[in-house]
Structure formats: structure tokens, C-alpha cells
């Protein structure tokens, strides 16, 4: 990666602990969030023989269904900036002779040949540069290509999210606010934002569909308790917290989440977003 386009602090995250722990936890994790890649895909409907992208591929689950779905005759590239998520990515691919993996930075990728078609499953929400990442994407594109891809609507609308953190937020001060756009997460909660960015970026025909669906955070208490305090925005903020203070946050989020048990699943909410690149 020759420009930290993609910013130096989601790179650093992406490639420490963040990555260790989906590696660990891949099948659990990747199980959480199929049903919005699913989503993205099916907006996208690749057909057999298509080349595809997929941007933030992380350990290879869209990218395999990817490869499913455009067979032997198409091919796709999975884009990652996580070192650890490609090698798992990797293990997984192994046999797929049609999928390409590769350690770049989407925002400033430039492929040997265009794509017919972009996907991502939570993977475009992280550029600096949102606009300019963009319009290089779209720069991939052959004439008439087109992207699909889902990101988080607001944190309000994801309780998911907004449980865990709100319960550690009654225990810690929150982190000073980011400013207006700021790579992360919920980056593109605004579907207005959504549009103008893709607009500016020279995307045409741009749809922004809500889609809902149950994300479970656990089978138990416990596992919901485990997953809560080591992904999400939670997590984030426990990071750096003493000891003492994680066992005080531990305790609100079980306070939190229990009332949802003993199976905890709480509501995820997504744009499913398309798009084409003019012909």
C-alpha cells in the first residue's frame, strides 16, 4: 500500500487487535453479519462470468459467495487492509482458482482490468477521503459497471450497537466527539450523505434502500457479554480502560442486555446502497 488513503488509525486498528479477534472468532462473527452481505449481494446480482470486487473483503466470507455466484468462468478480487483477516481469507480460498486476494487499500487501488461490478459488506464506511476513494472505485468500473454495497444506518436506529454502548457510557465519560464525517462505522448512517457523496464521486442511477434484520449477539448471556465487550463501539471504548473500570463496565452491560435473554438478538439496521458507473 504505497497511500494510507484509508486512514493511518482504521489501518492500525484493522490490523491489531480488531483482526486478531475476527480471525479467532471468524465463523461466529461472520455468521452475525451474513444476512447484510447477503443483502448486497443479491442488489448486486452478479451473474456467472462477471469480474468482481470486493472491497473489505476481511477473512473471505462475501468473497466466496461471490465466487459462487459468477463460477469458474468469472473471477473476484477481495481487497483488505488487514493482514491477518487476508491470511484467513486465504486459507479459506484455497482450491478457488477464479478468487484473488490481495493486501490494498481500496481508495487508491487501480486493477490490471476493469470490473463489471463493486460489493461490500461493511467495508466502505472507513475512507479519509470519502469522495476521492469513491470516484476511484468508479474508476475501476467498465462503462456501465455497477457497486452495491451496505453500511450502518444510525446508531440510534442499531441497538445492537446502542445498548452496549449507552450501558458503557453510564459508567465512563464518553471519547471527545469526532468531527463531522469522520471514517468509522456509522460514517454513512445519513442517507443524504450517502448520495451526495456518490453523486460527487460520479456514480449515477444511486438507490438507498433500508434493510432491518435480527443480529444476534449471543446464544447466551455470556457469549453476548464476550462479543459486546470485544466488538462494536463498546469495545472501542473500553480499550483503554483500567481494570477496575472494565469490571464496572462489564457489570452495566449485563444489566443491559439481560432483560434480552437468555438468547440476546437485537435489531440491526443498514442502507443497501447501488449504484452504476455511467455508461
Known sequence: MT????????????????????????????????????????????????????????????????????????????????????ERARERARGATHVDLALEDAAVYRPSEPFDAICSRFGVMFFAKPVAAFANLRSTLRPGGRMAFVCWRAIAENPWAAVPLGAALSVVPPPPP?????????????????????????????????????????????????????????????????????????????AALAPHGPRVALTGAVWVVSARRPD
Open 3 to 86: 497511500n494510507l488513503a484509508l486512514g493511518t488509525n482504521e489501518i492500525e486498528f484493522w490490523n491489531g487487535v480488531a483482526a486478531d479477534r475476527w480471525v479467532t472468532h471468524q465463523a461466529e462473527l461472520d455468521a452475525r453479519i451474513a444476512v447484510y452481505g447477503r443483502a448486497a449481494i443479491d442488489a448486486l446480482r452478479p451473474v456467472a462470468g462477471e469480474r468482481v470486487l470486493d472491497v473489505g473483503c476481511g477473512c473471505g466470507d462475501t468473497v466466496l459467495t461471490l465466487a459462487e455466484r459468477v463460477g469458474a468462468a468469472g473471477r473476484v478480487v477481495g481487497l483488505d487492509v488487514s493482514r491477518r483477516m487476508l
Open 178 to 254: 469526532a468531527p463531522e464525517g469522520a471514517p468509522g462505522p456509522f460514517a454513512f448512517a445519513d442517507e443524504a450523505r450517502v448520495r451526495a457523496v456518490l453523486g460527487e464521486a460520479g456514480f449515477a442511477d444511486v438507490t438507498v434502500t433500508p434493510f432491518d434484520a435480527p443480529m444476534l449477539l449471543g446464544e447466551t448471556l455470556e457469549a453476548a457479554l464476550r462479543y459486546a465487550s470485544e466488538m462494536g463501539p463498546a469495545a472501542r471504548l473500553m480499550s483503554d480502560l483500567s481494570p477496575a473500570d472494565s469490571a464496572r463496565v462489564m457489570a452495566a452491560l449485563e
